[in-house]
């Protein structure tokens, strides 16, 4: 089983045009290759999407303040092959999109936002540009990240942006950490004692039982 796109591509060599579906060793190449992506989709839920439907670009912030809250600016430029050759594409984002940053973990981790046109930002290309206004930060709603070269995904495929009503607020992890951090004071508060073997075995069963990265991944893959 072999994409069509592969039926049409040939290789010149010294006066021959040797097809990739018709050479044996090419065959057997091209075909190991498309098993291995549909492996991946399989076990990894690996979903391609083309450039013209999605990206992952380096998030800054807005540098003249002309977005509100919200809204995020993106053009994008990639290359296209086609038979006549290999050419650029400048691509301007405009309507609803998602935005998440990885690890996404949380619900709210993924962002339903709207990219829009803005003639003052059209010389920032490939980075996705956030505003600088709102209650609070779009980088930080994406699983507690920032604008210190943190990479975020962004699509904008109709077909794979959910509905405004199915979407769930972020989770203020800023709040998480000053709760986290009132505990910890509070717990040594005054001269700390010496830890026991008990309060060491605690510790680790707590670990043990709170590290669920990996069942969530595991969730998420049987979601998807």
């Known amino acids: 089983m072999v994409p069509e796109i592969w039926r049409r591509l040939t290789f010149s060599r010294v006066g021959t045009s040797i097809g990739f ?6 065959l057997s190449v091209l075909a190991k290759a498309y098993r291995l992506q549909v492996r991946d989709l399989v076990t990894k839920t690996r979903v391609p999407i083309p450039p013209s439907d999605g990206c992952r670009v380096l998030g ?33 984002v405009v309507g609803d999109v998602v935005v ?3 690890p996404c973990l949380h619900p709210g981790d993924v962002q339903r936002l709207k990219a829009v046109d803005k003639t003052s930002l059209h010389q920032y290309r490939n980075v996705l540009v956030l505003p600088t206004v709102g209650r609070q930060s779009v980088a930080a709603c994406c699983s507690g990240g920032d604008l210190d070269g943190d990479l975020f995904s962004v699509i904008w495929a109709t077909d794979l942006v959910p509905p405004a009503a199915v979407t769930h607020p972020a989770l203020d992890y800023d709040a998480v950490l000053r709760e986290a951090a009132e505990a910890g004071k509070s717990a040594t508060a005054g001269p700390c004692p010496p830890f026991t073997g008990e309060q060491m075995a ?3 069963c707590k670990v043990v039982t709170n590290d669920t990265l990996g069942k969530i991944a595991h969730m998420h893959l049987a979601l998807s």
């Open 21 to 26: 579906i018709t050479d044996p060793f090419w």
């Open 60 to 92: 800054i912030p807005d540098p003249i303040s002309v977005l509100d809250e919200g809204e995020i600016f993106l053009l994008c430029e990639y290359d296209v092959v086609d038979p006549s050759g290999i050419r650029k594409v400048c691509h301007l």
């Open 100 to 102: 998440y940053r990885n």
């Open 202 to 204: 605690t510790f680790f």
